[in-house]
């Protein structure tokens, strides 16, 4: 017969597992009726605590994790390579993909606080964060590369405002007014940054904003390819681009743009970048050091740690490999 799980007691008792652990953990917020309910569960499957499970909420287990949006997309899995050459000689890091989905978000946060790590680095979906004031007592969160919504939290991330106006500055000074802004969802706060970084370096040189040349959406290549097509017949298009993520990017290059120009900056460099179409030009995170600085932050929280939070902003790189009226460089 299989050993009952703890998953086991939450179905039969008719709560989450993250109940169950409170229950086991002895915590509070939990009812007398609820309490009762998971003990009888327990009872009648004749469950018995993992004793690896509970050496976790210790911290003996020596795991970690990080939880992203998407770790197929190039900066995310940069990232989650920092971090675990960052934790290699004390932990194991878990990897987790919340697809923006802030309901798996939750659900995969609360079942590895629940005994599956100690530490956990987050780069949040849209939405409130709330939830994670009830994480058990112990369990260490900081977030990476964007802030979550009403927690508070270590958070390191890119000057996201600063890089993309440098990106903007460059295209002004080689004569371009007209540049079009290519960016993911308008909720997400990398985008919000970076179309600030955008409007300010246009406010600098007394440029107006004009809203046609602006295209804020998740990223799908056919109504990319639709948008691009949209500008081309502006009575006065763009003779510039800037696209605000690598999957944006992406999507342009699957719609048949062409980023081998010294008039398109991609935000985030990206694998083959430094070959595709010649090269693109592209404002490089520096992922090792915000994978490295998202660690730091979570091991001193683990280590009781009780400072006031901070924010850590790091500088990004702007990579021309091609230079209009200046050579490649």
Known sequence: ?????????????????????????????????????VTEAIAELNYRPNPAAQGLRRSTTGAIAFVCEDISEPFEAQIAGSIERAAADQYVVIVASTFGDPLRERTTIESLASGYADGI????????????HSLPRGIAVVCLD??????????????????MAWAVRHLLMR???RIAYLGDDVGVFTQQERLAGYRKALEEADIPFDKDLIYQHSPDDSRIRNHLA?????????TAHVSANSLTTLSMIHAGFFTGSATFI????????DVLHGGVNAIAQDAGALGDE??????????????PVRTTRLGAQLILRHDEGHGDT
């Open 266 to 273: 991609a935000f985030d460099d990206f694998p083959l970048a």
């Open 175 to 177: 004569g371009h007014t």
């Open 294 to 307: 998202a660690t730091r932050m979570l091991l001193r929280r683990m280590r009781n740690d009780t400072s």
């Open 121 to 132: 680095i987050l780069s949040p979906t849209m939405g409130s964060k709330a939830y994670l």
């Open 146 to 163: 964007r802030p979550a919504r009403d927690f508070e939290s270590d958070l390191a991330l890119s000057d996201n405002v600063g890089a």
């Open 230 to 238: 949209w500008l081309r017949q502006l009575r006065q298009p763009p």
């Open 1 to 37: 017969m299989e050993r009952a799980t703890i998953r086991d007691v939450a179905r039969v008792a008719g709560v989450s597992v993250k109940t169950v652990s409170r229950v086991l953990n002895h915590e509070r917020y939990v009812t007398d009726e609820t309490r009762s309910r």
